[in-house]
C-alpha cells in the first residue's frame, strides 16, 4: 500500500489530534469537522480498505467504535445521533486509501450532514432479488473453501 497521510499520523510523522489509542487503531479528530466531534479510527495495520479485512482485523478494528461513540456522546449532550460511514474506493468516496471510520455525530436534520437514501425496491422482481440472494449464496460458499 502507497504511504497516505494515516500512516505518517500512526507512524507519528506527522502530529494529529489523537483522542483514543490501542494496538490496533487511533482515533483523531477530523480537520473537516463536518459537524463537531468529527473522528477518524484509523487502522494501524496498513490496508487499502474493507475488502483487505480478515475477521480478525475486522473484530480489533470495529470492537473500538462503540467505545469512541460513546465518548463523543460522553463529551456532548446534545449529540442526538451518530452517522458511521466506511467509504470503500473512489466510487464510494473514499479519498484516503488508508482504511478508516467517520463517526459523525449528528445534533439534528439541519446539522449539515445528510445523506440521500434512495428507495429502488420497484426495479427489481422477486426473481431478480432471488439470483442476487443466490449469486451472493454462492460467492460466500466460494470464499469459505
Same mark, same amino acid.
Given at each position: 500500500? /502507497?504511504?497516505?497521510?494515516?500512516?505518517?499520523?500512526?507512524?507519528?510523522?506527522?502530529?494529529?489530534?489523537?483522542?483514543?489509542?490501542?494496538d490496533?487503531?487511533?482515533?483523531?479528530?477530523?480537520?473537516?469537522?463536518? /459537524?463537531?466531534?468529527?473522528?477518524?479510527?484509523?487502522?494501524?495495520?496498513?490496508?487499502?480498505?474493507?475488502?483487505?479485512?480478515?475477521?480478525?482485523?475486522?473484530?480489533?478494528?470495529?470492537? !473500538?467504535?462503540?467505545?469512541?461513540?460513546?465518548?463523543?456522546?460522553?463529551?456532548?449532550?446534545?449529540?442526538?445521533?451518530?452517522?458511521?460511514?466506511?467509504?470503500?474506493?473512489a466510487?464510494?468516496?473514499? /479519498?484516503?486509501?488508508?482504511?478508516?471510520?467517520?463517526?459523525i455525530?449528528?445534533?439534528?436534520?439541519?446539522?449539515?450532514?445528510?445523506?440521500?437514501?434512495?428507495?429502488? !425496491?420497484?426495479?427489481?422482481?422477486?426473481?431478480?432479488?432471488?439470483?442476487?440472494?443466490?449469486?451472493?449464496?454462492?460467492?460466500?460458499?466460494?470464499?469459505?473453501?
Open positions: 500500500m /502507497t504511504e497516505s497521510i494515516f500512516t505518517k499520523i500512526v507512524n507519528g510523522d506527522i502530529p494529529a489530534r489523537k483522542i483514543f489509542e490501542n490496533h487503531v487511533i482515533a483523531i479528530m477530523d480537520l473537516s469537522q463536518v /459537524t463537531k466531534g468529527h473522528t477518524l479510527i484509523i487502522t494501524k495495520k496498513p490496508v487499502r480498505n474493507i475488502f483487505e479485512y480478515d475477521e480478525t482485523l475486522a473484530s480489533n478494528v470495529f470492537a !473500538s467504535v462503540p467505545t469512541v461513540a460513546k465518548a463523543i456522546k460522553a463529551h456532548n449532550p446534545d449529540v442526538k445521533g451518530m452517522n458511521i460511514l466506511m467509504n470503500n474506493e466510487v464510494a468516496s473514499q /479519498t484516503v486509501f488508508h482504511s478508516h471510520i467517520h463517526l455525530p449528528r445534533y439534528g436534520e439541519d446539522d449539515d450532514f445528510g445523506l440521500k437514501w434512495a428507495d429502488n !425496491s420497484q426495479q427489481y422482481s422477486d426473481e431478480a432479488l432471488d439470483k442476487i440472494k443466490s449469486d451472493l449464496i454462492t460467492a460466500l460458499e466460494a470464499m469459505a473453501k
